[in-house]
């Protein structure tokens, strides 16, 4: 990406045109935890900067992989996923409530969290093993919905409306690019309008309907959960253009905004550093995302284009949600903003999906785009 | 699309569709960043003044500081009510997670006696959330810093050093000054003023601190902090200094409001002195009263207890809302009616003890009769006959004209609410009312205080003054210096030379008051007795007996008699006629020209009737107590109940017992008991016949 006559070529080879936004936006990230934290390094900026450097040698790693491996995987990945969505299930059904992680005792693993990368993973093996023939008719659609359908359906259960949102997010991006018809989308979208409404009254939870209520009139709740919506929009709003200046932040420093260093980083960043952070935080998003589809583009086969595509946009999902929802464009969900939030399971995904696009930008370079 | 589905779809195609839509895929992504940009424009930029106003108001906590309230000063500048620093302590009931436990805990830390810690559950659960309740105030620093410390245990309480209410002379301007209170729940939904619950402060709830509410309250100040989201203080952003409310000055002297107030004694009364020449009220008592300062504090249940059941009625200004037939008191004005309508004041009538009227005999009350009665002697023997006689002649429009004229029935713009104003009749105002023709008995009755007539004592004061110096003074609580003089009557100066000279006989001379001479030689007294019967004889005889049916005392008088200035009303209710009354006014006289030789008259006094008004209310109070323990069976009223029971308690009761319609008799000028130091006529026995037919 870099071609520099005097950069050694193992360096130059590497793909700059995304880590570079990369790690702009995780430092970025640490000076905001770096100021939630009251002026404490030690408190989440330096674990976030540990991490993020675990996971991008992780995602160095997983980019060394090769094609074949992806798509022998895919399948077991996903059925090994699946069961451990079981095994969560059934433990929180024995301890009583709710539980979406399982202790492996050094970390807390989510595998809600696992199955965003893996359903784009297999999903995108199948579109590419599915004769081309067969993507305009029932057989195109049917084990596709299996394999989302179970997943989803899991993580709904549990209950995480966010999560299960996303997967079905990721899985619905790669039925599209897949070219199934277009006028399945436009009667799903059309039936989901008329769907929503009643799933609103009867399959959400008490507590989720209430969100989705709070979101449309976050006044009628200002102590509950209208609460986080109004602090947020305190914060952003009250930044201005230019922000109240590094450490300055009132709201996330007299504790008026919850979640200061997790799902409402961006309000905390914004008070600071104003409109002008937000817009380097998109702008940074906006690189990543460029890239991402780009390396889509360049790809040779089905396969790696719906890998690279997917994978870009389970981070694109993550972004979206988060930042509507911190400005009150959407129901409180939680959903972390990739690389600037504090939080080991979000981190781990988003560099997966880092790593996927960077294994198939290698097998790019090494089997070029044929003109078909 | 519809060119491609027709198509065998190949691999081709499906590149190409990928192509297309990962480009819609970027495009939604370059959509959704423009949105999120825009509303992170609209937020931060076109929403940023609202959002940095609400930021500041979460940052920011104002805690008001209460005003200091605006003194109240008499005519010399020595305080009526005035502030004092004190630390306290208040509950906040909503914040309270076991209120038995936090009282618990503090009754401990402060001593609370058992009542008063009764007291205090009451009020926190009947209190609505936010209003504060009292614990305690006047706090020494040892308490104060006891309970201050235990803080973290007590949920919602809050002590702090602020300013409270104090009143030094007590009682004797508890109706005069009114008391301050809490705000009820009412009056902070009518007035929606923060400072209405910050815990400590008090609005005027009586009288003239009820009054002058807005001149007193002041301008609260402000304490501002930055707060976390959950109340700790991070630090200090500065303080405003609250401004004082602005004084009122009154026309009150002090001294003489206090005296006056003592000197009434064991009675149930009131004393109005008034400066004659401006209308400036020196003093204006009603007795007994209510210290103001406990009620500001928020009134115990057995002070309570104490007070509601007193026959004696501590809770009425009688100044104000005590309406009583004014007797013989009248007589100087009748006198003057006739005057100005053109009787020569030598004109006689002879008295034989009594003058049938129509077919009924109305008394004289000396039954023995006066002989030949002129207006003079009409004056000060208080002849009945005499007015009997004229009234009958000159017709009751004359008299009722004065008496309007003098004050009486007349409405005066005082700074109290619920004043009552009494009635002067004449023949209008009884078809009016009682759709009766006015008979000759009216005006006889009339002619000396009875019957239909009724006046409240601040009247007789303005009468008395009008009188005294031919001015038609107003009377005036608030201080003037600047004010105009007074504009004349209009009476001829030899008319109220003779009435003077009539009403200085009365004390001086051959009267009915001898004992009412003050004891200082150049300054001369004039004055008038009045007796008011409350019950018909046939009941009682007025004298001794039921205390609600002893005759009403009254005296009217002005001093220097030659060069009138100060005018003195005085009522004793059921004091047994006008011999409880004088002695009353003659002290209070005394004190303006003498005070330590009233004063050594009033230590004597208070010697036989243990002690001073507090130190009696103190001992009252100390047999409640031990009678009724912490246990006083009627609760204490809440604030809201207490001002509405406060009003009830003080509604006059219905007119005199029983109004005499017909003729009444008039009792004895001079109590038989009398040991009179100069030398008066005789006292004469009361005369007991009935008048009526």
Same mark, same amino acid.
Request: charged share 20%; hydrophobic share 45%.
């Given at each position: 990406m870099m071609p520099r006559a005097y950069v050694p070529a193992a360096i130059a080879r590497q793909p700059w045109g995304v880590l570079v936004p990369l790690i702009a936006l995780t430092g970025f990230g640490a000076a905001v935890l770096y100021s939630a934290a009251g002026g404490r390094f030690e408190t989440w900026s330096m674990s976030h900067l540990v991490r993020f450097s675990i996971f991008l040698v992780m995602a160095m790693v997983i980019a060394r992989l090769p094609q074949e491996l992806f798509r022998k995987m895919a399948i077991p990945v996903y059925i090994v996923l699946c069961l451990?969505?079981?095994?969560?299930?059934? %433990?929180?059904?024995?301890?009583?409530?709710?539980?979406?992680?399982? +202790?492996?005792?050094?970390?807390?693993?989510?595998?809600?969290?696992?199955?965003?990368?893996? %359903?784009? @993973?297999?999903?995108?093996?199948? $579109?590419?093993?599915?004769?081309?023939?067969?993507?305009?008719?029932?057989?195109?659609l049917a084990p596709a919905a299996g394999l989302l359908g179970i997943p989803a359906g899991l993580v709904m259960l549990q209950p995480d409306l966010g999560t299960g949102l996303s997967i079905a997010f990721g899985a619905v991006v790669i039925m599209f690019l897949a070219g199934l018809p277009l006028r399945w989308f436009l009667g799903a979208g059309a039936a989901m309008l008329v769907i929503a409404p009643l799933a609103f009254f009867t399959l959400l939870h008490g507590y989720q309907r209430n969100r989705v209520l709070v979101f449309l009139d976050p006044e009628s709740d200002p102590l509950g959960t209208g609460y986080h919506i109004t602090q947020s929009k305190i914060a952003i709003g009250s930044g201005g253009f230019l922000g109240k200046g590094f450490g300055d932040g009132s709201q996330s420093h007299l504790n008026y905004l919850p979640e200061s260093h997790t799902d409402f980083v961006f309000a905390t960043m914004a008070e600071e550093w104003g409109m002008v952070g937000g817009l380097f935080v998109l702008a940074v998003f906006g690189l990543i995302f460029r890239w991402g589809l780009k390396v889509a583009l360049n790809a040779p086969d089905r396969f790696p284009r719906l890998l690279a595509a997917g994978m870009t946009m389970t981070i694109f999902f993550y972004m979206c949600i988060n930042l509507m929802m911190v400005m009150g464009l959407a129901p409180v969900v939680g959903i972390p903003l990739p690389w600037v939030s504090h939080g080991g399971s979000s981190m781990m995904t988003n560099m997966i999906c880092i790593g996927t696009i960077m294994a198939v930008e290698r097998w790019n370079r090494v089997a070029p785009r044929s003109l078909s | 699309m519809k060119l491609n589905s027709r198509l065998p779809i190949s691999s081709a195609i499906l590149t190409n569709r990928f192509e297309r839509r990962t480009f819609v895929m970027g495009a939604l992504q370059a959509g959704v960043g423009v949105l999120l940009a825009t509303r992170l424009g609209y937020l931060a930029v076109a929403q940023n003044e609202k959002y940095r106003a609400d930021s500041e108001s979460n940052r920011v906590n104002l805690t008001l500081i209460p005003p200091r309230r605006g003194w109240v000063l008499d005519r010399f500048g020595n305080a009526l009510a005035a502030n004092r620093a004190d630390f306290r302590v208040d509950i906040i009931p909503d914040r309270?997670?076991?209120?038995?436990?936090?009282?618990?805990?503090?009754?401990?830390? @402060?001593?609370?006696?058992?009542?008063?810690?009764?007291?205090? =559950?009451?009020?926190? &659960?009947?209190a609505r959330g936010f209003q504060p309740v009292e614990v305690a105030s006047s706090l020494d620093w040892d308490k104060f810093a006891a309970v201050s410390v235990r803080l973290p245990e007590l949920p919602g309480v809050i002590p702090q050093r602020g300013y409270s209410r104090f009143y030094p002379a007590g009682a004797a301007v508890g109706h005069l000054v009114g008391y301050v209170g809490a705000a009820s729940?009412?009056? $902070?939904?009518? &007035?929606?003023?923060?400072?209405?619950?910050?815990?400590?402060?008090?609005?005027?709830?009586?009288?003239?601190?009820?009054?002058?509410?807005?001149?007193?309250r002041g301008v609260p100040g402000a304490r501002r902090v930055e707060a976390t989201a959950s109340g700790r203080i991070v630090r200090d952003l500065g303080t405003r200094e609250d401004v004082p409310g602005r004084p009122i000055q009154l026309t009150i002297n002090a001294g003489l409001q206090d005296y006056a107030a003592r000197r009434i004694g064991l009675e149930s009364g009131s004393v109005v002195v008034m400066d004659c020449e401006t209308g400036d009220v020196l003093a204006m008592a009603s007795?007994?009263?209510?210290?103001? +300062? #406990?009620? #500001?504090?928020? %009134?115990?249940?057995?002070?309570?207890?104490?007070?509601?059941?007193? &026959?004696?009625?501590?809770?009425?200004?009688?100044?104000?809302?005590?309406? $009583?037939?004014?007797? #013989?008191?009248?007589?100087?004005?009748?006198?003057?009616?006739?005057?100005?309508?053109?009787? &020569?004041? #030598?004109?006689?009538?002879?008295?034989?003890?009594?003058?049938?009227?129509?077919? =009924?005999?109305?008394?004289?009350?000396? =039954?023995?009769?006066?002989?030949t009665v002129d207006m003079a002697k009409g004056i000060y023997q208080s002849c009945d006959v005499y007015f009997y006689h004229f009234a009958q002649k000159l017709g009751m429009d004359v008299i009722a004209t004065m008496a309007r004229r003098l004050g009486l029935g007349q409405e005066f713009p005082m700074p109290y609410a619920g004043q009552s104003y009494g009635t002067v009749p004449d023949p209008a105002w009884k078809m009016r009312k009682y759709q009766k023709e006015w008979a000759l008995y009216d005006t006889v009755n009339a002619t000396i205080g009875q019957g239909y007539m009724l006046v409240n004592p601040l009247q007789q004061a303005v009468m008395a003054s009008r009188i005294a110096s031919g001015r038609e003074v107003m009377p005036r609580l608030l201080l003037d210096r600047k004010a105009p003089p007074v504009k004349s009557m209009g009476f001829r100066q030899d008319h109220l030379d003779f009435i003077h000279a009539a009403m200085s006989e009365v004390v001086n001379g051959r009267g009915t008051a001898g004992r009412a001479k003050l004891p200082i030689d150049d300054?001369?007294?004039?004055?008038?007795?009045?007796?008011?019967?409350?019950?018909?004889?046939?009941?009682? +005889?007025?004298?001794?007996?039921?205390?609600?049916?002893?005759?009403?005392?009254?005296?009217?008088?002005?001093?220097?008699?030659?060069?009138?200035?100060?005018?003195?009303?005085? %009522?004793v209710e059921h004091g047994g006629g006008s011999g409880a009354a004088y002695p009353i006014a003659r002290d209070v006289m005394t004190y303006l020209f003498a005070p330590d030789k009233a004063m050594a008259v009033l230590d004597d006094f208070e010697k036989q009737w243990g002690g001073n008004v507090q130190q009696r209310m103190a001992t009252r109070y100390d047999s409640f107590a031990a009678k009724y323990g912490g246990s006083a069976p009627k609760p204490v009223p809440d604030d809201e109940a207490l001002t509405e029971q406060v009003e009830n308690a003080r509604k006059r009761d219905t007119a005199p017992a029983t109004v005499q319609t017909d003729a009444a008799t008039p009792p004895p000028e001079e109590p038989v008991s009398a040991t009179p130091p100069s030398a008066p006529p005789a006292p004469q026995l009361p005369t007991a016949p009935q008048g009526q037919p």
């Amino acid at each position: 990406m870099m071609p520099r006559a005097y950069v050694p070529a193992a360096i130059a080879r590497q793909p700059w045109g995304v880590l570079v936004p990369l790690i702009a936006l995780t430092g970025f990230g640490a000076a905001v935890l770096y100021s939630a934290a009251g002026g404490r390094f030690e408190t989440w900026s330096m674990s976030h900067l540990v991490r993020f450097s675990i996971f991008l040698v992780m995602a160095m790693v997983i980019a060394r992989l090769p094609q074949e491996l992806f798509r022998k995987m895919a399948i077991p990945v996903y059925i090994v996923l699946c069961l451990l969505l079981v095994l969560v299930e059934l %433990i929180g059904g024995i301890g009583g409530g709710s539980q979406r992680w399982l +202790n492996l005792g050094f970390m807390t693993l989510q595998p809600s969290e696992l199955m965003k990368p893996g %359903i784009v @993973l297999v999903l995108a093996w199948f $579109y590419s093993v599915l004769p081309v023939g067969e993507t305009q008719n029932w057989r195109a659609l049917a084990p596709a919905a299996g394999l989302l359908g179970i997943p989803a359906g899991l993580v709904m259960l549990q209950p995480d409306l966010g999560t299960g949102l996303s997967i079905a997010f990721g899985a619905v991006v790669i039925m599209f690019l897949a070219g199934l018809p277009l006028r399945w989308f436009l009667g799903a979208g059309a039936a989901m309008l008329v769907i929503a409404p009643l799933a609103f009254f009867t399959l959400l939870h008490g507590y989720q309907r209430n969100r989705v209520l709070v979101f449309l009139d976050p006044e009628s709740d200002p102590l509950g959960t209208g609460y986080h919506i109004t602090q947020s929009k305190i914060a952003i709003g009250s930044g201005g253009f230019l922000g109240k200046g590094f450490g300055d932040g009132s709201q996330s420093h007299l504790n008026y905004l919850p979640e200061s260093h997790t799902d409402f980083v961006f309000a905390t960043m914004a008070e600071e550093w104003g409109m002008v952070g937000g817009l380097f935080v998109l702008a940074v998003f906006g690189l990543i995302f460029r890239w991402g589809l780009k390396v889509a583009l360049n790809a040779p086969d089905r396969f790696p284009r719906l890998l690279a595509a997917g994978m870009t946009m389970t981070i694109f999902f993550y972004m979206c949600i988060n930042l509507m929802m911190v400005m009150g464009l959407a129901p409180v969900v939680g959903i972390p903003l990739p690389w600037v939030s504090h939080g080991g399971s979000s981190m781990m995904t988003n560099m997966i999906c880092i790593g996927t696009i960077m294994a198939v930008e290698r097998w790019n370079r090494v089997a070029p785009r044929s003109l078909s | 699309m519809k060119l491609n589905s027709r198509l065998p779809i190949s691999s081709a195609i499906l590149t190409n569709r990928f192509e297309r839509r990962t480009f819609v895929m970027g495009a939604l992504q370059a959509g959704v960043g423009v949105l999120l940009a825009t509303r992170l424009g609209y937020l931060a930029v076109a929403q940023n003044e609202k959002y940095r106003a609400d930021s500041e108001s979460n940052r920011v906590n104002l805690t008001l500081i209460p005003p200091r309230r605006g003194w109240v000063l008499d005519r010399f500048g020595n305080a009526l009510a005035a502030n004092r620093a004190d630390f306290r302590v208040d509950i906040i009931p909503d914040r309270v997670n076991d209120p038995d436990r936090t009282m618990a805990t503090l009754a401990g830390l @402060l001593d609370l006696p058992s009542d008063r810690v009764r007291d205090i =559950r009451d009020k926190l &659960d009947k209190a609505r959330g936010f209003q504060p309740v009292e614990v305690a105030s006047s706090l020494d620093w040892d308490k104060f810093a006891a309970v201050s410390v235990r803080l973290p245990e007590l949920p919602g309480v809050i002590p702090q050093r602020g300013y409270s209410r104090f009143y030094p002379a007590g009682a004797a301007v508890g109706h005069l000054v009114g008391y301050v209170g809490a705000a009820s729940a009412e009056e $902070y939904e009518k &007035d929606r003023n923060p400072l209405l619950i910050t815990p400590g402060y008090k609005i005027g709830k009586d009288g003239l601190e009820k009054s002058f509410e807005t001149r007193l309250r002041g301008v609260p100040g402000a304490r501002r902090v930055e707060a976390t989201a959950s109340g700790r203080i991070v630090r200090d952003l500065g303080t405003r200094e609250d401004v004082p409310g602005r004084p009122i000055q009154l026309t009150i002297n002090a001294g003489l409001q206090d005296y006056a107030a003592r000197r009434i004694g064991l009675e149930s009364g009131s004393v109005v002195v008034m400066d004659c020449e401006t209308g400036d009220v020196l003093a204006m008592a009603s007795m007994p009263s209510f210290d103001p +300062n #406990s009620f #500001s504090d928020g %009134i115990g249940r057995i002070e309570w207890k104490m007070l509601s059941e007193d &026959d004696h009625v501590p809770l009425r200004n009688k100044v104000l809302r005590g309406l $009583y037939p004014p007797g #013989s008191t009248v007589k100087p004005m009748v006198a003057m009616a006739f005057l100005e309508a053109g009787l &020569d004041p #030598s004109a006689s009538v002879s008295c034989g003890g009594g003058l049938r009227v129509g077919n =009924r005999v109305f008394h004289c009350w000396n =039954r023995r009769g006066h002989g030949t009665v002129d207006m003079a002697k009409g004056i000060y023997q208080s002849c009945d006959v005499y007015f009997y006689h004229f009234a009958q002649k000159l017709g009751m429009d004359v008299i009722a004209t004065m008496a309007r004229r003098l004050g009486l029935g007349q409405e005066f713009p005082m700074p109290y609410a619920g004043q009552s104003y009494g009635t002067v009749p004449d023949p209008a105002w009884k078809m009016r009312k009682y759709q009766k023709e006015w008979a000759l008995y009216d005006t006889v009755n009339a002619t000396i205080g009875q019957g239909y007539m009724l006046v409240n004592p601040l009247q007789q004061a303005v009468m008395a003054s009008r009188i005294a110096s031919g001015r038609e003074v107003m009377p005036r609580l608030l201080l003037d210096r600047k004010a105009p003089p007074v504009k004349s009557m209009g009476f001829r100066q030899d008319h109220l030379d003779f009435i003077h000279a009539a009403m200085s006989e009365v004390v001086n001379g051959r009267g009915t008051a001898g004992r009412a001479k003050l004891p200082i030689d150049d300054v001369l007294m004039a004055g008038k007795t009045g007796t008011a019967q409350v019950v018909g004889l046939n009941v009682a +005889n007025g004298k001794n007996g039921i205390w609600k049916y002893r005759d009403h005392g009254h005296f009217i008088c002005f001093a220097p008699f030659d060069k009138p200035k100060y005018a003195c009303a005085v %009522i004793v209710e059921h004091g047994g006629g006008s011999g409880a009354a004088y002695p009353i006014a003659r002290d209070v006289m005394t004190y303006l020209f003498a005070p330590d030789k009233a004063m050594a008259v009033l230590d004597d006094f208070e010697k036989q009737w243990g002690g001073n008004v507090q130190q009696r209310m103190a001992t009252r109070y100390d047999s409640f107590a031990a009678k009724y323990g912490g246990s006083a069976p009627k609760p204490v009223p809440d604030d809201e109940a207490l001002t509405e029971q406060v009003e009830n308690a003080r509604k006059r009761d219905t007119a005199p017992a029983t109004v005499q319609t017909d003729a009444a008799t008039p009792p004895p000028e001079e109590p038989v008991s009398a040991t009179p130091p100069s030398a008066p006529p005789a006292p004469q026995l009361p005369t007991a016949p009935q008048g009526q037919p």
